[in-house]
């Protein structure tokens, strides 16, 4: 039988050469490049290398060279069309029928590739023109430059009806393949008074395209349907660029939307993708796996985003295997990666080289969906668990994570049986178990409570209750503290009262708390008290903690004595004068 070689580009172009050679060689992967020893003649150290980038195998021992097809053939015997029918299997995709059209089917397809690549130089050339003044002006205000612009090959849709039909009838292109690659619906040219961004293959050829609306209207994104060639629950935008800056890195970060892939790229991250317009699906996550072993999951830091971290969290686990997971970017607060690496690229960085393994993510969300403190619940907690590591189907891996979710409910809800005498130095100022060179950390975390505990009614405004349940405080008993303050404050705000209940709730939550973190707690009221609105004081106290996470060079001393640690206090004192943040004495 006789493939169109549309066909057999589709194959290659969705099998990377290592993922066919690994079935049969065991790889180990060295900057962009795989080896192992040679399938084709007998060796002790490794001369076969696999380039996927360049989609070839080649041996510096025996000169064995080739693509996937020609590996399958070599290793098993086949022949060529036996060779693509293996391949196809593997690659997920269903065998053309041997009919008499079938040529014809593939050249159709093939127009409609460059009926998708006419219209990508249309919109292109748009956004150059006058037409395009409005959309540059949005891609400038986007912080975008011209050479981002031209990289991702981003254009225009005049809002103009039968502009792009003609210009494209022009060229030789039917209404009819228009209409068969989405760009016109019910005689509508769908894309209109749009800043389009093409979508690309992984070669880099133009299938579908997205489009922003500049006025106002809904929606505001608007994606090409699913059509011939386009077929979203796979594709990722921006994989065509990534997919070399991947390999290299040794990691891919997800984002949301276009323009979080975009920016990033254009601020050094050039491994960067994005789903279009729906949930992670498991061809994404096969997708991204063959780019990386643990793909950076970089939501939005909302509520939105974080259900998206959920989902794809909890869709991985009948996927995993050893050697591959995900990791998981958490941001601030209402903030998205556009925001931040504008901002700060350093502070993005810095998000990402501390992303999250997804064991974590599992357990700290579902314990976050119900309260645990009571026996009974916290085996409610473990039941959960244990159903979600039951969902892996590689059983050293279900059993990994079940130790570790047993361990993780142990070290949070284990009984203390003793009370340690407090620590009362009279030269170091500590909490207990808490080395000096992290206290400035762990006052602040007191003062956010004592500020919480002074006005809860600021747990009433959706983005501070937000923000105070997504802190994980460095303290246990700290962080401890803050979980029981939203226990309570989400079956009444007036529950949580800053005088007569506050040593009583100590008490409930720990027997053993330290005195100093009564104190230090104490502080932060007081200094809450002092300012003239309570969104004011948890603004301060916010600034305050924020800013004592970014002095790392400070907080990060191998060896913290009594002197430093006193310079840290007074540091700190200066800073909250300076800023008019928090004006509180943490010192005995």
């Known amino acids: 039988?006789?493939?169109?070689?549309?066909?057999?580009?589709?194959?290659?172009?969705?099998?990377?050469?290592?993922?066919?050679?690994?079935?049969?060689?065991?790889?180990?992967?060295?900057?962009?490049?795989?080896?192992?020893?040679?399938?084709?003649?007998?060796?002790?150290?490794?001369?076969?290398t696999v380039n996927d980038d360049k989609g070839f195998y080649h041996c510096f021992g025996c000169g064995a060279h080739g693509n996937v097809f020609d590996f399958v053939m070599q290793t098993e015997g086949l022949n060529f069309p036996e060779?693509?029918?293996?391949?196809?299997?593997?690659?997920?995709?269903?065998?053309?029928k041997a009919d008499p059209h079938m040529a014809e089917k593939y050249d159709h397809h093939a127009k409609l590739m460059q009926c998708a690549e006419s219209a990508a130089k249309y919109f292109q050339e748009n956004l150059k023109t006058s037409l395009g003044h409005e959309a540059r002006e949005y891609l400038n205000r986007r912080g975008l430059s011209a050479q981002t612009i031209e990289e991702f090959r981003l254009g225009f849709a005049p809002d103009q009806s039968g502009k792009m039909q003609q210009a494209l009838e022009k060229q030789g292109f039917k209404l009819a393949e228009m209409q068969e690659i989405g760009l016109i619906k019910n005689n509508y040219e769908m894309f209109r008074g749009r800043v389009i961004f093409p979508i690309t293959d992984s070669k880099g050829r133009v299938i579908a395209f997205g489009g922003r609306i500049l006025s106002k209207g809904e929606p505001k994104y608007l994606n090409s349907p699913e059509t011939p060639i386009f077929h979203k629950r796979r594709i990722l935008f921006g994989k065509a660029i990534a997919r070399k800056p991947a390999y290299d890195s040794g990691n891919i970060i997800v984002t949301e939307g276009y323009m979080d892939t975009i920016a990033l790229n254009?601020?050094?991250?050039?491994?960067?993708?994005?789903?279009?317009?729906?949930?992670?699906?498991?061809?994404?996550l096969q997708e991204l796996w063959a780019l990386a072993k643990e793909p950076t999951m970089c939501f939005d830091g909302d509520s939105a985003g974080k259900r998206a971290a959920t989902r794809a969290a909890e869709l991985s686990l009948t996927f995993l295997k050893p050697g591959f997971s995900l990791k998981f970017v958490e941001l601030p607060a209402g903030q998205d990666p556009d925001d931040i690496v504008r901002a700060d690229k350093a502070l993005f960085q810095s998000l990402v080289a501390s992303a999250r393994p997804l064991s974590e993510i599992l357990y700290e969300s579902e314990k976050a969906k119900l309260p645990a403190k009571t026996p009974e619940q916290q085996a409610d907690l473990k039941a959960r668990l244990d159903a979600l590591a039951n969902k892996i189907a590689d059983k050293s891996i279900a059993k990994n994570y079940q130790d570790y979710f047993r361990q993780?409910?142990?070290?949070?809800?284990?009984?203390?049986?003793?009370?340690?005498?407090?620590?009362?130095?009279?030269?170091?100022?500590?909490?207990?178990?808490?080395?000096?060179?992290?206290?400035?950390?762990?006052?602040?975390e007191c003062a956010i409570i004592g500020t919480i505990l002074t006005y809860p009614e600021l747990?009433?405004?959706?983005?501070?209750?937000?923000?105070?349940?997504?802190?994980?405080?460095?303290?246990?008993?700290?962080?401890?503290?803050?979980?029981?303050?939203?226990?309570?404050?989400?079956?009444?705000?007036?529950?949580?009262?800053?005088?007569?209940e506050l040593q009583e709730l100590f008490r409930e939550l720990n027997e053993n708390i330290d005195s100093r973190l009564f104190a230090y707690i104490n502080q932060g009221a007081d200094f809450a008290k002092k300012s003239l609105t309570s969104k004011k004081a948890w603004e301060n106290v916010l600034a305050q903690y924020h800013l004592e996470l970014a002095e790392s060079d400070f907080k990060n001393s191998d060896d913290v004595n009594d002197e430093d640690f006193e310079k840290l206090q007074e540091k700190f004192r200066q800073l909250s004068e300076e800023r008019k943040k928090m004006n509180a004495n943490f010192g005995d």
């Open 266 to 284: 254009q601020a050094g991250f050039k491994n960067t993708v994005a789903p279009l317009g729906t949930a992670l699906s498991e061809e994404h």
């Open 1 to 48: 039988m006789m493939f169109p070689k549309e066909f057999v580009s589709q194959i290659r172009d969705r099998l990377n050469t290592s993922q066919v050679v690994g079935k049969r060689v065991s790889l180990k992967q060295k900057g962009k490049e795989f080896s192992g020893l040679c399938p084709f003649h007998s060796e002790k150290t490794p001369s076969f």
């Open 83 to 96: 060779a693509i029918e293996k391949l196809a299997l593997l690659a997920g995709m269903t065998l053309p």
């Open 459 to 500: 747990l009433k405004d959706t983005i501070i209750e937000e923000d105070f349940a997504n802190f994980t405080f460095s303290h246990l008993e700290i962080d401890k503290l803050r979980q029981n303050i939203l226990v309570k404050s989400s079956l009444n705000v007036d529950d949580v009262r800053p005088d007569s």
């Open 408 to 444: 993780r409910i142990w070290n949070d809800f284990r009984p203390t049986t003793a009370k340690p005498e407090p620590q009362r130095s009279a030269k170091i100022t500590q909490i207990s178990g808490i080395s000096a060179e992290k206290q400035k950390l762990h006052q602040l």
